[in-house]
């Protein structure tokens, strides 16, 4: 965890323009240890079928084991072998006019 002296967080609060509000939550934060920011979850993208099959089953780019390359497959438990990107546009190089890149936790 960080710690700063007195001094120190003044003298960065001084020479950064913040908002009032935002001193004051970064204040609670470093000197009350009261959670002030919300840590923001990793999130991947995958690419998914825009339609479902009736029961809410998608179909999803998956590795499949039998080529070694991606493939469109339905994934019933959404546990199998999905492919995932780092960024939206990556997911989106695999998309068609029947699948989406949709962001999940990763």
Excluded: C
Excluded at 73 to 85: A, L, N, Q, S, T
């Amino acid at each position: 965890m960080l710690s700063f002296t007195y001094p120190q967080l003044a003298n960065y609060l001084y020479k950064n323009t913040l908002s009032e509000q935002t001193q004051l939550k970064l204040i609670k934060h470093v000197w009350l240890n009261d959670p002030q920011f919300k840590a923001e979850k990793p999130k991947k993208w995958i690419v998914r079928s825009i339609n479902h099959d009736g029961e809410n089953h998608y179909k999803y780019l998956i590795y499949s084991e039998d080529t070694d390359l991606p493939t469109y497959e339905i994934d019933y438990d959404f546990v199998g072998p999905i492919v995932k990107f780092d960024t939206k546009e990556g997911a989106e190089l695999w998309t068609n006019p029947e699948t989406e890149a949709v962001e999940v936790e990763k």
